[in-house]
Every structure is written in C-alpha cells, then in structure tokens.
C-alpha cells in the first residue's frame, strides 16, 4: 500500500512535462552528436555536414482509427509526419526505417496495401525505405518512423534562434486537418448507431485529406535554398499553431504576437467550423495536424518572403517580457494560451488493462 | 465475402517472408543509401564513412512480459538489442532514438524505472540517446529503438561476404537465453495458479540474466580493430544460431556445417536444458535471443582468432552444393532446419481483436 505513495499519474505530465522529465539529466557524450533531444530532429555532426534524424510513432486508437482511416493513407501519413521534421531543420529527407507491429486479424494484403502508400510517400519525397521490423501485436497496429535526413551544418534552422523584430511567417493554411477529423468522427458515430447510413464526406474531400493524408513542406525548403536565405527559427506544426510557436518562444527565449486577421483558413474550414459552432480561428490556433511550417525571418529577408507562393505573415517576434499574444481582428490583445495534444489527457482510463 | 478470397493470412508468411514480399519491389534511389533491408544494419554512405542504422520493435505480451521482466532490465534490453546489430556489421554504436507508447496504468515512476535502464545501457556502450517519442496507447506497451552508428565504409562487414572454406566462429554460449525465459514462464505458471508461491530461481541467475539482460559485442568488435582484421560475414544471433547461419548461407550463396561438440553451451543451460526434457545442443542451436556474434573468417586469419577470448570455432563455410549440415558428437550428418523465432506463429489469435 504505501507504494502508491508519491506516484505520480502520466496524464499530470502530458507529453511534453514528460520527455522533459525523464530526460533532464541525460548528458550526450559523442562529438557526433551535435544536438540531441528538444527539437524537430536530432543532429549529428558528419564534418561540414549534418544528419538530421527524427522519430515518431503511431499509435491504433490514440493516434488513428482504421474504422475511417484507409491503411494506404495511414502508410502515407505515417512517412510524411516524419519527414516534417526533417523538413522543419531545413533539412532533405533521404532515408526512413519503418516498424510495424499487427495483430493476425489483418492478412498480408492490408500490409501491402499499407506499404503501397508508404512507398507511394517515398517516391513523391524521393526518399529510401532502408530498413525497419516487421512483427505481431497481440492487439492493434503501432507503427514507427524514423526519418534521416540532411543539410549544410550551418544552414540547420532550429527552434532556438527567433530573436525580437523577426517576422513570424507560416505556410498553407490551418485548422483543417482538425475539422477533417472532427468531421470523420462525426461520420463514425453515425454509422455505429445506425450502420445502414452512408457516411456524408460530400464536398469535404479538402479537409478530409488534409486528415488523413497531409503532405510535407518539401517546396518551402527548396524556396529558401534557391533563394539563399534562411529562417531564423523554424518548426512543423504538429501540435497547433499555437502550442508549436509557444516551442518556437521558450527555446528561443523571446515572445511573439500573432495577428488574428492574417491567420491563413482554408473557406472549407471556416464554413465546416461554423457548423461545427466553433469560432474558426479557435480550430486554426489549436488544431493541430496542420504539418506546415512555422518560422521567423529576420526583417532583412521580408523581401524574399513577400513573393514567397503560399507563405503568409502573420505576426511578429517580440521580447520574453512582451509575452505571448493573439491580436484579434476586433483590436483587443489575448494572451495565448497553448492547448494542443495531450494524447495521455485524451486517452480513456477506463478503456486500459 | 467474395473479399475473403485470395486474402493471405499473415501467419502463412512468417516474419523474413512477410518482409521479402512486402519491399520486393523497393528500389533505393538516394546516391547516400550504400544498403538498405537485408542486413542488420542499413549502411549510409559519408564520404569515406558508413554511417549504420538498424530499428527494432517490442511489443508487450510479444517480446516481454511485465510479470517476470523488471522495468529497468527491459530499458537496458531494448538498448542492447539494437545495439548488437550495429556491432553484428562491426560498426561502433553511437546514438539512440528511443519511443515508447504507454498505457495510463503506468506511473511516472514506472517509467523513469525503464529509462533508469535504458540510460544504463547508453553508459556502458558510449552511447547518446538523441530523440524519441513519448505516447499514450489504448493497452499495453510498444517500444521502438533505433541506433546509429559508424564505422569505415571498407570495414564494415556483411551477411554476404562469405566463401567456401572460411572458418566459423561464435563469440559466448548459446541457448541459456531461451532456457532463462523457460524458467521464467514456468513460475509465472506455478505463480498463476498459486499465488502464495514465491517464485524458485536461486541458482538461475546465470540463464534468467541472459533473458532479461542481455550484452552486446563491443569486445569482439573492438579485437577485430586492435588486431587489424575482420570477418568475411557477420550476423548477430537473435533468431537462433541455425536461423542466422542460415541467413549468411543465403545472402552469400554457401553452404555450411556446425560441429555439434564445438558449440559452447554453458554448464547451467545444460543442466537446465535435462531438466526440461530437451537436448542442451537443440537449445543452443534454436533457442535465439543470445545476441553474440556469428561469424566467417578467411583461413589467413586463423591465428587472430585461435587466442580471443570468449570466441570459438565451430564449423566452416561450404559450397552452396554441401548444404547446411551439422556434425553430430555421434558421427552422423544432419540437414540442420531452421527454426527460428515466428512470432506471428506463436501469437495466439484467440487474444486479437
């Protein structure tokens, strides 16, 4: 009895407190590795060059549902999350190990047709499958990506170096995933309860996918080197926009304000989030799943930027004191409060061994 | 129903066919990727140096079972179990990335048990732990490990290199891994049905160490490099001594044989194997889980390994033509079979869902 005492529950963590916690006394060794745990991906130094290494993993019933999730998009997916992250160091992807654990309800051509989208994500990425593991569950399916990449040791951007006056810039548009889930989920409970319902995707083809099968920031990457600048500091938006510039924030030691009015939405999250009684830019700030890239520029870049397809501004770098603020489109100043995922606080107790 | 046909279960395949079916078609295309599936490590191409990258896969209720398997052992196993793969391609181990999905069973406590192990392990090979991911699942616990780690791109050894008249070895002993989890699901059983019962492994700490902690070979590796030679073909022996001489005899197109009477097994594991009604040498030569290294050596290099320490020369190397056989202590030659480890096999389906 008295060893439940002082135990502490995963869900007070979250994920974040959690990594932080276990990790906090590890001290790295090897002068290959030049930057370890706390962003994007990983770091290790190859002479003038860097490797860039990032991973992730997938959970069944915590991170996808294959009652609406086709297993050739859950392949996809599962490669392009990770090569998110290569791309959030301003890296190039090049290789990716992939682990899958089954149970034996599925047969060998669900497997494939999950491959079938893996190696589809390889080839548009031009990226290799150079190893992984193959074995059994006794229940679901975990997957887990590894993605390796490279980059010019100095041209690797990484969460920490935003500075006061830089512009705060982000790619594509937000909230959608979000919508597409809420949307899916919506779709699923209907049919459990009346299964001769035809799930309603009509018209939601836009926001479904960018659930289901997002892609990653390849052509950004390739503005900036084509371009010859680079961001000061720069992440994936995995989490929400806001949970991912409060990243950007604390490990670049400075405070941020984003302008409500500039925050790209697609018009189908807007008209999907309203029948969903949601504000749209609530889903856009917190939604998460977006993988586009959030970054800052210093200002003497703002003309690369201006013209950059698909690149908005919405906000600036401030100091830490300043702190963290939403300027709404109404002229009031919000403190930004950071949500996104905590998959322990999401995960039902009840449904546990 | 008509969906039913033509559908393959996953069981009829194995894990090795399962892999071979589903990237068959794999082409690598990136001028940095030297070897992609097929070995224990990918090997990456760095200028003069190889770069190596092997992932694993544990799955609760698959690989480890929490009655029996302390939490900081199993953090220490699922480091050196990747690790042996960098060292099964002499290479040297560099950096980790390690993710686990947990159920909210766990306490934070528990948790930071199994990192105790895995920074345990990272400290006795030198090795960084540089990323991972840290999530929730439904029920049970899914780790996966990826190392990295470097070596000579012309020093780095593969199952396919070798040839007719190369000379067998074998570091350490073989089969008390599999005795030691043996021994364990016997007192699970025993504790099972009688809970009053405290469990019996005085003396058993030899084999029951092997299961639940075992090492990786550094010292073989670093003999290699401070006596300037190296093996014609490597393999670590995880599936079983059998299997793995089976995959270097297919990747290098040989054939083999195994003298029975030089196989090193320990005194406890015989003692343990008579016990359990089973032929100690079965146990040595299918048992799996050893993690020493298997290798072929050129017979120019006798006398480098005629002293090592802890290594013993077991058999040669054949033609294709000659099979795999093994020299029995009695005279006779046998076909050996590979056994192996099938997982999908010995998943019961009745526990899927």
Redesign the interface.
């Known amino acids: 009895m008295a060893d439940n005492f ?8 979250g ?1 974040f407190g ?2 932080d ?3 906090q ?2 001290v ?3 002068p ?2 030049h ?3 706390g962003d994007d ?2 770091v ?1 130094k ?2 003038e ?1 860097a ?1 860039l ?5 997938l ?5 996808f549902d294959l009652m609406y999730t086709p297993l050739k998009h859950l392949g996809y997916k599962s490669v392009v999350v990770n090569l998110s992250d290569i791309y959030a160091m301003n890296g190039q992807p ?2 990716i ?1 992939l ?11 669900a ?2 047709e999950f ?1 079938e989208g893996v ?1 589809l994500a ?1 080839k548009n990425y ?15 399916m ?1 997957i ?1 990506v ?1 993605a ?1 990449g ?1 980059a010019d040791l100095e041209k690797v951007v990484y969460r920490s170096g935003a500075k006061p006056g830089d512009i705060l810039c982000a790619t594509g548009n937000f909230g959608a995933a979000y919508l597409g889930l809420q949307i899916l989920e919506r779709e699923k409970q209907i049919y459990l309860s009346n299964p001769g319902i035809q799930p309603d995707l009509e018209n939601q083809d836009y926001i479904v996918g960018r659930q289901l099968r997002p892609e990653a920031g390849r052509q950004t990457i390739g503005y900036f080197e084509k371009h010859g600048f680079r961001p000061t500091a720069m992440i994936d938006v995995s989490d929400g926009l806001t949970s991912d510039l409060f990243h950007i924030c604390r490990q670049s030691g400075v405070g941020a304000y984003i302008e409500e009015g500039k925050v790209p939405i697609h018009p189908d999250t807007e008209k999907m989030a309203l029948q969903f009684n949601m504000d749209p830019i609530t889903a856009a700030l917190n939604g998460g799943e977006d993988y586009e890239l959030l970054f800052s520029i210093d200002p003497s870049d703002l003309e690369h930027v201006r013209y950059m397809p698909g690149v908005f501004i919405i906000g600036e770098i401030t100091k830490a004191d300043d702190g963290i603020k939403l300027h709404t489109t109404g002229g009031n100043i919000h403190d930004m409060q950071a949500q996104g995922w905590n ?2 606080k ?2 039902n ?1 009840s ?3």
């Not at 290494?53 to 993993?57: A, R």
């Not at 959970?59 to 991170?63: A, L, N, R």
């Not at 682990?99 to 051509?109: C, D, N, R």
Request: hydrophobic share 30%.
């Open positions: 002082n135990k502490t529950d995963v869900n007070e963590l994920e959690l990594i916690r276990l990790t006394e590890f790295t060794e090897n290959s590795t930057k370890g745990i991906a990983a290790l190859m002479g060059k490797l290494v990032s991973t992730d993993m959970i069944e019933g915590i991170h090049k290789q190990t682990s899958i654990a089954i149970s034996s309800k599925y047969t060998v051509e497997l494939e491959y190696f390889c031009k990226v290799d499958l150079i190893g992984g593991d193959t074995t059994s569950s006794p229940k679901g975990s887990s590894t390796i490279e998959h322990f999401n995960n107790p449904k546990d061994n």
